[in-house]
């Protein structure tokens, strides 16, 4: 068992928790020390087994899911404890490597209580690794769950402003989501092998059983679909996320609007789209309604808003319905652009909020208007925050373009004009984000200066341009080199492209 | 139905309801345990009643309803001591002032 | 041919980009400016060395029988959507690529050293030198795209350039809105671009991989080009609103252009896009960035030329612009927007030009594609000439401190390298042979003649209009009346010190003979050779036209004299109207301001506070009502315990037993 | 008679010898001092009992006729009843030593251990005397224990509603029971009866019987509307009993009733109490938790908070099988643990301060960080969050209940999924209070006692691993298939 990598990928987590755990309390080297080792290993894995895979594809192995794995949990209901990766979860386990080694070293200052915030962060990163590397259901849903619940602690201890609101709200939205997805689960649970044959959550052999009938198919495809586009804040249910994201620490956004939105994007073509493909060609034009008002309403929103936390998040609101807007497109191009996506926001938005903290923590408002100018006082950060705004607004030669391009021309293939007026209904929310985008850079970074008492502020420290960097290459990386990672991609999305046009 | 044990059970049917009346409106402690010993009662005329009109063959009822009738004074033996309890800690014996507690 | 070249070609400026963007901080001024200038000395002989050897080596990848031949000198996959849809980076040399390469380079470097003197004292010097090679990096990558989709990244990285450029003094509240309103009127310009090519790559990726049209991605100019009917063919039955759903998506693949070359009614952003500092002005807005949209369309000349509705299109939204943008330079003050109300004028000229060529042989008409050989030569001479008086004008704002000709005047007495310069670029411009503004000019008058005589009339028109303006300002900044202000001692105009005099005298000297260039030898639609004539009587006229405006703007303006404000007065309207560009920005506040902020984004902003997040806050305080409504079933009395109790087991049974009645 | 039908009832009479020997001890020696080592050595008996009762096998007989079942099912019920017991004691003994206990300390533990024999007759009836028998042995004394409090007023209001409600209650039931009687072919055999009714024409009185029986049993279980004692009971009750009513007394009536409603009135499923049980585990999840939600006293909240859980515990009577019964107990177990942990930090706060409201929970992290953490831990095992054991208690239930394929089963289960939003909510308050909530702490630092901080590891232990380590859920499985 422990012979499988990505198993470790949970262990480590659980080991720098106990690490925390007996640390003192305000012991902040020992704290650091852990978080750093435990973070930097996770990362260095991240790297090896993404350089593995690809050894591993490249060595021709086709299998569906790589380093598999299959243990035996709750053996009467024949729950596992599966694991296994396509191109798309080592991505994404890359992504959650790469933000949770930022976000460790964004919160290098964070108080009170050091210690239990890195706990509640270790448990929070816990759970974003196993749903990823999971491939049943049941450790899936329990590991999204774990994911969640961090959430209202760090929100509601290490927030500001309406925090205690705010984590309550996210908190009981996001468990609202959960439970139709829990139902959803089990519905596939109890229907996922034919007359006879053995019940399973493997999420493989659900999907080769092909058993769940149409009539249930629809039931449990919105249940499951409503219940990760919670998550993946899905018109009309994202408003958890502006008060959420507005009220997170830094790096609790970072982590949350980088990699826990992404569990419901990844949870929608993974669960809902794959093991119900045949109600997922007949009902996604549902739910093609609901994103695209998303994209182009977040996008809306976000105009006028003058926090720049809610900025994001209804930047976020857009760019999520995006990704799942993109996935229900249901064909490869525009699925790998949806993940492509994930991959570029959650790097671009955890950019976003490091940089939002690192503002907010000198500047001690968030509201657009008392601020102006920054880049002559801090011009590291004024940079750094004109590259997340061009990310974010998709400018070639970094992710987001990549992404929003490969969306735009794969879900456009669709034959179905109605699929292609929505797709070009979309389009129209790079200008919009271009508008937003470009009045909060004009307004916060570029300008003259608003009040002068921050003059006196400093610009970056170490970690925070350690931090920043980290995630600036890699918004670049992509951007310039996007091929591998859409070549991997592809790939993974074969079999569920297939098993979608068998279900037609 | 047997004509002639409907007439032991009807008796039966007011006494509980006798019970559950005077246990709704009645205000001392003594008389709620009083109306509880009717709808215990009732029940307990109900089993022999069965036994001897359904039931001839057997005694279960019969034995149901000695069990009954011992449970139910145990629970009086309770009761009571509860109430002088009460009495002592409130001075009477009335229900309306057991309502600290409440929402 | 051999990649390094090439490959330098783009990468000289991205490394430049990076040294300088990331060291810059760190470096001397010196330092930064050396190595920029030097870098892009080296650009420019790896540019002239590809050009000259496409044009001159004769070699058969280039030239066979005498045809100019298109040549993909390599072209990678970057990305792949599809089989199909595949999006390569290239390097594509053919006529107009490698004459836009000579002009890019060229320009640059004279800004590149221009700018060592004319930013001299401006802090974030570095900075600039940064973004000018970032610039130089996207527009040459630009014009050496293999598809459509290569030209639509560096495209939009030309976008986020000039607006790093616009936007370099951020202090200024003035610059920052300039440079954002630029980007998003361009963006959204894009995004029709986007749209079309969305549509028209859909039908092309349709066809098989066996079919005519062959399994190249379906982004690829050469394919696409050289097989316009076979694209037709893709697309047949598929209507839109009455036109052919190519038409639509070489139309809206055109709106990009028309919002980078600041067409009528894109063309907000340019004006206010004098904010940024002047060389950027004559580099970006003026030679190169600006004239993306006639190259667009050169690029995909068969391509337009296979729905022809497109073309008139071309022309007809050149033509209005032409005319309306030479009324406004009429009447602006700040000699930048007269340059820059010049610019988009003679950019619809080109446009026009395009519009009226053709590639298939046109009945009467001598040689049909003149109009796009006419379109590139005037590109290439506009170019030089408008980046001349950009810098010209450059060096007099550096000299006065001022884009406001009413605090020139007289300055030719103090600043002589400039006025003369200055004075052949507005003779350039103006279509006085022998200067090279005239021969473009002269072929684009020629081919609107040929097409229409009404194109032909209408451009003279704006010709005449494009000589009085220019020496409207020319008069005023160096004849009118002196400033009285120069007689003080510290305020005393000179000329700019020799980094910026020397660009102004090479492209001056450039101007004065690129006109001779037998340019039809080198671009022309199909490659084949064409031998430049002029026609007399369109000369003939557009002389006439030109000096009969010279004529009036030197009555009017080269002595102070009452006769302009008379004018004014006798047409207030008119001349306000002119003034304020007809209003465009106006309505474009009002539209995106109040209808799209105040109406539609409030609106959202509210509705999402109020209604979505209303009903979300409407379900815990239900719930909280209904925990409240519900206490007082725990009265607190036992007796009401046991009747709650006693009825529900009632009515457990009750309705079950209801129920199975 | 054979005498040696006694030895298949080696729990009943683990626990009566243990009761007997604490009224030895207790009468045999003289007041004051001496009977401090009452608390050790009856701690200490009852842990050599508990783990008795987990190691004797179950001899799976039927012995008095069929009266009484000694089977695994039952075995394995008792056990996990014994170590909620046992948790129970651990908790209480800082009450039962504390000066006010003085000459009390005795009684509290033969009556605890009478209610304990009590619900192992409940658990093991097969016949409607001996579950009667059994039921009131463990409702009286409660009732005595209930009052415990002699200087609280509350106590006494608390009692006098207990035992007023519970003879009520058993009045309803035996007018039930008296009912069902009259179908029973007379025999009150629950294979007799299960036989004569399954051939019977469904009348009124029958219905009349299964909701009497629903509602005799309700009481013990506090379903909605059979609640309204709970909260004032356990607000009222010292802490300790609170946590033996809330997790022992409802485990063993949870069970007692799954096993009447599957084997005496299951032919009656679909037509009479689906629909009735519908209702009524609806009704006790969503009025729960809208009681719930206003608490403030940590104990009246506790209250709402079991009445919640109980109409969860009730899903897994909603499926016949083993597998719904399997799915009951772990929740049962997990319950136990979970909701000690809970009542473990009430009554040690309560012990030491005598706090015992929400607000004084406000910053209490600052001054009892480990105290703080496992009632963070037990808030969380409740509301259903892993890696915790209560997630993994209700996805099994709900798995349990969604095995059939009738969509009115997953509304229900959709309805239990929405309330558990309810739920968290409130559950979360707590963490807030805790966590959250500004202020200096209120809750002075404390250490609690050996045998508090003994309850509180294996309380957590437990909401840890339960989950994680499946055996504990194939335990109950396996028990739960051999019912009889």
Redesign the interface.
């Given at each position: 068992m422990f012979s499988n990598i990505l198993i470790w990928f949970v262990i480590v987590p659980v080991i720098m928790m106990a690490g925390l755990a007996l640390c003192g309390n305000d012991n902040m080297k020992a704290i650091r020390g852990v978080m750093v080792t435990g973070s930097t290993a996770l990362l260095a894995m991240a790297i090896y087994l993404v350089v593995a895979f690809l050894e591993m594809r490249s060595a021709g192995n086709t299998d569906e899911m790589l380093f598999t794995g299959s243990w035996i949990?709750?053996?009467?209901?024949n729950?596992h404890l599966a694991v296994g990766v396509d191109g798309i979860s080592v991505l994404m386990l890359l992504l959650s490597a790469v933000i949770v080694f930022a976000g460790t070293f964004a919160s290098w200052k964070i108080s009170p209580?050091p210690k239990?915030f890195f706990l509640w962060f270790a448990l929070l990163s816990t759970g974003v690794f196993g749903f990823f590397i999971s491939i049943d259901m049941?450790t899936m849903?329990?590991?999204y769950?774990?994911a969640l619940?961090p959430m209202?602690?760090l929100i509601?201890?290490w927030g500001t402003g309406r925090?205690?609101y705010s984590?309550?709200?996210l908190?009981?939205?996001l468990?609202?989501g959960s439970?139709?997805l829990?139902?959803g689960l089990?519905?596939i649970?109890?229907h996922s092998a034919p007359e006879g044959g053995t019940l399973t959550w493997n999420i493989l052999e659900i999907s080769h059983n092909a058993a769940v009938d149409p009539s249930w198919q629809r039931l449990l495809f919105c249940f499951t679909f409503v219940g990760f586009g919670v998550l993946g804040a899905m018109?009309?249910f994202?408003?958890?996320s502006?008060?959420g994201h507005a009220c997170a620490p830094t790096a609790v956004s970072m982590l949350h609007a980088g990699v826990l939105m992404k569990l419901g994007g990844y949870g929608c073509f993974r669960i809902a789209i794959f093991l119900l493909p045949q109600a997922a060609n007949e009902l996604a034009w549902i739910f093609i309604i609901l994103t695209g008002i998303s994209v182009v309403?977040g996008a809306?929103?976000a105009?006028?808003?003058t926090d720049l936390k809610y900025i994001n998040a209804y930047s976020s609101v857009s760019h999520c319905g995006m990704v799942l807007f993109a996935i229900l497109m249901l064909n490869?191009?525009a699925m790998?652009g949806a993940i492509l996506q994930m991959l570029s926001h959650g790097l671009m938005t955890a950019l976003f909020f490091a940089l939002i903290g690192m503002i907010y923590g000198r500047t001690h408002t968030r509201d657009i208007r008392q601020m102006g100018?920054l880049?002559?006082i801090m011009?590291y950060l004024g940079v750094c925050y004109m590259i997340a705004g061009?990310a974010s607004?998709?400018?070639?030669?970094l992710s987001g373009?990549?992404a929003e391009?490969?969306i735009?021309?794969?879900a456009?293939?669709d034959a179905d004009l109605f699929h292609?007026i929505f797709?070009?209904a979309a389009?129209?929310s790079?200008?919009i984000t271009?508008?937003y985008i470009?009045?909060v850079v004009?307004k916060l970074?570029?300008?003259?200066v608003v009040d002068e008492h921050h003059r006196q502020l400093t610009d970056a420290s170490w970690w925070e341009r350690f931090s920043t960097v980290t995630l600036i290459v890699c918004l670049a990386g992509i951007g310039f080199f996007?091929?591998w990672i859409?070549?991997t991609i592809?790939q993974s999305f074969e079999p569920i492209v297939n098993v979608l046009n068998q279900a037609i | 139905m047997d004509l002639e044990m409907l007439w032991y059970l009807v008796p039966s049917v007011i006494m509980f309801c006798a019970g559950v009346f005077g246990f709704i409106t009645r205000k001392n402690t003594i008389a709620l345990l009083l109306s509880l010993e009717l709808m215990l009662n009732a029940a307990d005329l109900n089993f022999v009643v069965f036994n001897r009109y359904l039931f001839p063959g057997s005694m279960e009822g019969m034995v149901f309803t000695l069990f009954a009738i011992a449970i139910a004074a145990a629970e009086t033996a309770i009761a009571i001591a509860i109430i002088i309890n009460i009495y002592r800690a409130v001075g009477n014996s009335d229900i309306t002032s057991a309502q600290k507690m409440k929402f | 041919m051999d990649i390094t070249l090439p490959i330098l070609i783009l990468a000289i400026p991205f490394a430049m980009f990076l040294i300088l963007g990331i060291g810059g901080v760190k470096m001397p001024r010196k330092l930064a400016g050396s190595i920029g200038i030097l870098a892009n000395g080296a650009l420019l002989a790896c540019c002239y060395t590809v050009a000259f050897t496409y044009f001159f080596s004769g070699d058969p990848l280039f030239i066979i029988d005498g045809v100019r031949q298109q040549y993909q000198v390599f072209d990678v996959t970057w990305l792949a959507f599809t089989d199909r849809l595949v999006v390569n980076i290239g390097f594509l040399l053919d006529p107009i690529c490698a004459m836009m390469l000579v002009v890019i380079s060229t320009i640059s470097f004279m800004v590149h050293l221009y700018s060592w003197g004319y930013m001299e004292h401006e802090p974030g010097f570095q900075r600039y030198y940064a973004f000018l090679a970032l610039f130089t990096f996207s527009m040459l990558g630009l014009v050496v795209a293999t598809n459509i989709f290569q030209m639509y990244i560096f495209w939009e990285l030309v976008g986020v350039s000039s607006f790093l450029l616009i936007g370099f003094f951020y202090k200024l509240p003035s610059a920052v809105s300039a440079s954002k309103k630029a980007f998003i009127v361009t963006r959204f310009a894009d995004l029709f671009m986007l749209i079309g090519i969305l549509v028209l790559s859909y039908y092309v990726a349709q066809t098989p991989a066996d079919g005519p049209l062959g399994g190249a991605s379906a982004f690829n100019f050469l394919m696409l080009n050289s097989h316009p009917t076979n694209v037709l063919a893709s697309t047949l039955g598929a209507t839109f609103m009455g036109g052919s759903v190519l038409t639509w998506a070489m139309i809206l693949i055109f709106v990009g252009g028309m919002g980078k070359s600041a067409m009528l009614p894109l063309h907000i952003w340019l004006p206010d896009a004098m904010e940024g500092p002047t060389p950027v002005s004559a580099l970006i807005h003026a030679a190169t960035m600006v004239v993306a949209g006639v190259y667009l369309v050169a690029r995909f000349f068969p391509m337009y030329c296979i729905v022809p509705d497109s073309l008139t299109f071309i022309t007809v939204v050149g033509a209005i612009t032409a005319f309306y943008a030479a009324v406004v330079a009429c009447a602006q003050i700040d000699i930048k927007r007269v340059l820059a109300f010049s610019t988009i004028s003679q950019i619809a000229f080109m446009m026009v030009s395009l519009g009226c060529a053709y590639d298939q042989p046109i009945e009467g008409v001598h040689y049909s594609g003149l109009g796009y050989m006419a379109g590139m030569f005037h590109l290439f001479t506009h170019a030089m000439f408008k980046a001349l008086l950009f810098l010209g004008a450059g060096a007099l704002i550096h000299a006065v401190h001022s884009n406001d000709y009413t605090k020139m005047g007289g300055l030719r007495k103090y600043m002589p390298i400039t006025h003369w310069t200055f004075l052949i670029g507005c003779l350039a411009i103006a279509g006085i042979p022998p200067f090279s503004g005239f021969f473009s000019k002269d072929e684009m008058l020629t081919a609107m003649y040929n097409r229409d005589i009404i194109w032909g009339v209408w451009m003279t028109i704006v010709a005449g209009l494009t000589a009085f303006y220019m020496f409207r300002i020319y008069y005023l900044i160096f004849w009118w009346e002196e400033n009285p202000e120069y007689k003080h001692d510290g305020h005393k105009p000179h000329d700019a010190p020799w980094q910026m005099s020397l660009p102004l005298i090479i492209l001056a000297a450039v101007s004065c003979v690129a006109g001779f260039i037998p340019f039809g030898e080198f671009v022309t639609f199909n490659g084949e050779p064409y031998h430049i004539h002029l026609e007399g009587w369109v000369a003939g006229t557009s002389i006439t036209v030109a000096v009969l405006a010279i004529a009036l703007a030197t009555v009017m303006y080269a002595k102070k004299n009452p006769l302009p404000s008379k004018m004014r007065q006798a047409m207030p309207g008119l001349w306000m109207a002119a003034h304020k560009r007809f209003y465009w920005d106006e309505i474009y506040m009002f539209v995106t301001h109040k209808i799209i902020f105040g109406g539609i984004c409030r609106a959202i902003a509210w509705f999402d506070r109020h209604i979505i997040d209303g009903t979300m806050d409407a379900l815990a305080a239900v719930t909280n009502f209904c925990s409240v409504k519900i206490k007082s079933f725990q009265s607190g009395n036992v007796q009401a315990y046991v009747a709650w109790y006693l009825l529900g087991a009632l009515l457990l049974g009750a309705i079950t037993w209801i129920c199975l009645l | 008679m054979d005498y040696s039908q006694f030895g298949a009832m080696l729990p009943e009479l683990i626990i009566l010898g243990l009761f007997v020997i604490v009224l030895c001890a207790d009468v045999f020696t003289k007041d004051g001092s001496a009977k401090r080592f009452l608390t050790p050595m009856t701690t200490v008996l009852f842990l050599l009992a508990t783990v008795a009762i987990w190691l004797i096998p179950s001899s799976g007989e039927e012995v008095f006729g069929g009266m009484y079942v000694d089977s695994q099912a039952c075995k394995a019920m008792k056990a996990i009843l014994n170590v909620g017991a046992f948790i129970v004691l651990l908790q209480a003994a800082e009450w039962v030593e504390s000066d006010d206990m003085k000459f009390r300390r005795g009684e509290f533990y033969e009556l605890l251990l009478a209610t304990l024999f009590g619900m192992y007759l409940m658990i093991s009836a097969r016949h409607f005397l001996l579950f009667i028998i059994g039921l009131e042995c463990a409702s009286l004394p409660l009732a005595a224990m209930v009052a415990f409090n002699k200087k609280h007023y509350e106590s006494h209001e608390a009692a006098i509603k207990y035992i007023l409600t519970a003879v009520f209650s058993s009045a309803i039931l035996l007018m039930g029971l008296s009912f069902v009687y009259a179908f029973s072919g007379g025999s009150l055999y629950f294979n007799d009866i299960a036989a004569s009714i399954a051939g019977t024409e469904i009348n009124g009185l029958l219905i009349a019987a299964v909701a009497f029986v629903i509602a005799g049993i309700g009481f013990k279980l506090s379903l909605v509307p059979f609640h309204l004692w709970t909260a004032d009971v356990y607000q009222g009750a010292p802490t300790a009993i609170t946590a033996y009513l809330s997790v022992i007394s409802k485990g063993a009536a949870a069970f007692a009733f799954f096993v009447i409603f599957a084997q005496v009135f299951g032919s009656l499923y679909s037509e009479v109490w689906e629909w009735m049980m519908y209702a009524v585990i609806i009704a006790t999840i969503t009025v729960g938790n809208l009681f719930a939600m206003r608490q403030k006293n940590m104990k009246r909240f506790m209250a709402f908070s079991s009445v919640s859980q109980a109409g969860y515990i009730m899903l897994g009577v909603m499926t016949e099988q083993a597998l719904g019964l399997g799915s009951m107990m772990f929740y049962i177990f997990v319950y136990i643990v979970s909701n000690l942990a809970a009542f473990a930090v009430i009554s040690s706060i309560e012990n030491k301060t005598g706090k015992v409201s929400m607000d004084d929970y406000d910053g209490l992290h600052k001054s009892n960080p480990r105290l703080s953490f496992v009632m963070t831990l037990a808030m969380f095992s409740l509301a259903g969050i892993p890696p915790f054991a209560g997630f993994f208690s209700k996805i099994l239930i709900f798995t349990s209940v969604t095995a059939s394929d009738s969509m009115a089963l997953y509304m229900l289960v959709l309805v239990a999924l929405i309330n558990t939003i309810i739920s968290l909510y409130y559950y979360l308050l707590v963490v807030k209070a805790i966590w959250i909530n500004p202020g200096e702490a209120k809750v002075e630092r404390f250490e609690s006692n050996r045998c508090d901080r003994v309850a509180l590891v294996l309380c957590t232990l437990g909401i840890v691993f339960f989950g994680l380590v499946p055996y504990i859920y194939e335990y109950c499985l396996d028990a739960a298939r051999l019912l009889n």
């Open positions: 949990w709750y053996a009467p209901l729950i209580l239990n049941f849903f329990m590991f769950e774990v619940i209202y602690l509601g201890v925090k205690e984590a309550m709200k908190t009981l939205m468990m609202g439970a139709f829990m139902l089990l519905g649970y109890w018109f009309p994202h408003t958890w502006p008060d309403y809306f929103s105009c006028v808003q490869t191009t790998t100018g880049m002559q011009p061009f607004l998709g400018l070639p030669g373009f990549v391009m490969t735009f021309f794969g456009f293939q292609r797709v070009i389009t129209t790079i200008v271009a508008v470009l009045r004009g970074v570029l300008g003259p996007p091929n859409n070549e592809q | - | - | -």
